[in-house]
């Protein structure tokens, strides 16, 4: 079974307006963290938000919000006044367990985002 | 200074050549990663280092090896380059659970 699952390949978003891009996860851990990185077209990874499983509140950082609904195993991120620079490869991500020092984390297959000027 | 830095950037070679790719992280991080992304962009896991000990080994074919000499190196050493090793090798480091990776820019490997 995918432990991360991106269902939108690709999607356009108009530039100022807010775009959702889907994540959802499987996991019998109860200790488990949620990211979301952008890849733009230059091939460098970024980190952009965490959620643990124990965080009472969505995780916000700027303009990007984590809508963690853990009853359905959803960790959508939200982009909210979408700009150009924008446009990139966006992976969920998940860390199983508590594993102390160190964490495992596996990816999706990302969505490729397009801000349409 | 970049935090976490791979050398070389590009590396075109023929089949059947070793080759080595670095990673160093001035960071202070403890845990370090190689994750190989292919042509559809999937990410996977292929080793973990925390402190210089390996502890994470996923089903990678034994020519390749990595090297940890201290905490803030790890290397990645192929041996017998295949066509379908053609991908790119991103570095990465962390400290700590919520703080995400810090990935280096990659290593983008072309076996020819």
């Known amino acids: 079974a995918q432990k991360i699952t991106q269902t939108q390949p690709g999607m356009f978003v108009q530039e100022k307006e807010a775009v959702t891009l889907d994540c959802t996860y499987d996991?019998?851990?109860?200790?488990?963290?949620l990211f979301w990185y952008k890849q733009p077209s230059s091939g460098e990874m970024i980190f952009l938000i965490y959620?643990?499983?124990?965080?009472?509140q969505n995780a916000t950082e700027g303009r990007y919000s984590l809508n963690f609904q853990k009853a359905r195993k959803s960790a959508n991120l939200v982009i909210s006044a979408s700009q150009l620079g924008d446009s990139a490869m966006y992976f969920c991500?998940?860390?199983?367990?508590?594993?102390?020092?160190?964490?495992?984390?596996?990816f999706g297959i990302g969505t490729k985002l397009q801000v349409i000027p | 200074d970049t935090a976490v830095s791979q050398t070389p950037k590009y590396l075109v070679t023929q089949m059947g050549n070793d080759k080595s790719i670095k990673c160093e992280q001035n960071?202070?991080?403890?845990?370090m990663y190689w994750y190989k992304q292919d042509s559809k962009k999937f990410l996977k896991i292929m080793f973990s280092?925390?402190?210089?000990?390996?502890?994470i080994n996923e089903t990678v074919p034994n020519r390749f090896s990595p090297k940890s000499p201290d905490k803030a190196h790890l290397n990645l050493h192929i041996n017998s380059l295949e066509l379908g090793d053609s991908a790119v090798y991103f570095c990465?480091?962390?400290?700590?659970?919520?703080?995400?990776?810090?990935f280096g820019s990659g290593t983008r490997l072309t076996v020819v």
């Open positions: 280092y925390n402190n210089k000990e390996l502890i």
């Open positions: 996991t019998s851990d109860p200790s488990y963290g």
């Open positions: 959620q643990g499983s124990y965080d009472q």
């Open positions: 990465a480091s962390s400290q700590g659970q919520a703080h995400g990776y810090t």
């Open positions: 991500a998940m860390r199983e367990g508590n594993s102390g020092g160190y964490q495992k984390v596996t």
């Open positions: 960071l202070g991080h403890d845990t």
